[in-house]
């Protein structure tokens, strides 16, 4: 039973635009996210999070966007550069107690080329 | 510079073998992960241990897999007999109970042959 859903293995961008990266999850008792970049021989790097009071949290050309009612979160890359070809994973996770508390679950993720 | 360390790097065994891997996570830090990388399953939870107590085991194959943590500075995977399917990436992570994210190792690239 995926949890975490990114349900497009792959996305080809130019440089200087925009980047988005969907990710879809079904349970609703996730109250944290976060956005992984993964670069070949590497382990996956933490890049953004947002919490589920939020539906928005930007960090330079990073922003990730919460829609609650539709379980779904969204990854900006604005512009897209070259360096920002990598594999990206969403995750979800439970912060606010439970046996789960911390447990991380993350989805297929999103191969993104950016071309120069 | 505080990373999450793991060993070894790339494994060769002979399908039947025991394979361990082995874990150090950021000191100080509560919370730890096993993850399997494959191409359909993506990162594929299959163990995760809080305050060193294994909390949630269900992805992994019991018959063939374990994980344990001797003490707060050591995880261990063992794989025992190993079979050309287990051939992955298998990644360990480190983290704070209320921090939300993990620290990621560098991974143990396994091959059964």
């Known amino acids: 039973d995926q949890q975490v859903k990114q349900n497009s293995p792959s996305l080809s961008v130019q440089e200087g635009r925009i980047s988005i990266l969907n990710c879809d999850y079904t349970?609703?008792?996730?109250?944290?996210f976060l956005w992984y970049k993964k670069y070949p021989a590497e382990g996956p790097t933490f890049l953004i999070s947002i919490s589920s009071i939020k539906d928005k949290n930007e960090d330079g050309r990073f922003t990730v966007f919460l829609n609650k009612s539709a379980k779904h979160l969204s990854l900006h890359i604005v512009p897209s550069q070259p360096g920002d070809s990598a594999v990206y994973f969403c995750?979800?996770?439970?912060?606010?107690?439970?046996?789960?508390?911390?447990?991380?679950?993350f989805g297929q993720g999103t191969i993104l080329t950016v071309h120069p | 510079d505080a990373r999450v360390t793991q060993t070894p790097r790339h494994k060769v065994t002979e399908m039947g073998q025991e394979v361990t891997m082995r874990c150090q996570p950021i000191?100080?830090?509560?919370?730890v992960f096993w993850y399997r990388q494959t191409m359909m399953q993506g990162l594929e939870l299959l163990a995760y241990f809080r305050n060193r107590a294994p909390l949630d085991d269900s992805g992994m194959p019991k018959d063939r897999f374990s994980a344990e943590m001797p003490d707060a500075t050591l995880a261990t995977l063992k794989i025992q007999p190993s079979e050309p399917r287990d051939s992955a990436v298998y990644f360990c992570a480190s983290g704070l109970v209320g921090g939300g994210e993990a620290f990621f190792g560098q991974g143990t690239r396994l091959t059964v042959v």
């Open positions: 349970n609703s008792m996730f109250d944290y």
């Open positions: 995750a979800a996770s439970y912060i606010a107690g439970g046996t789960s508390y911390g447990k991380l679950t």
């Open positions: 000191l100080g830090h509560n919370t």
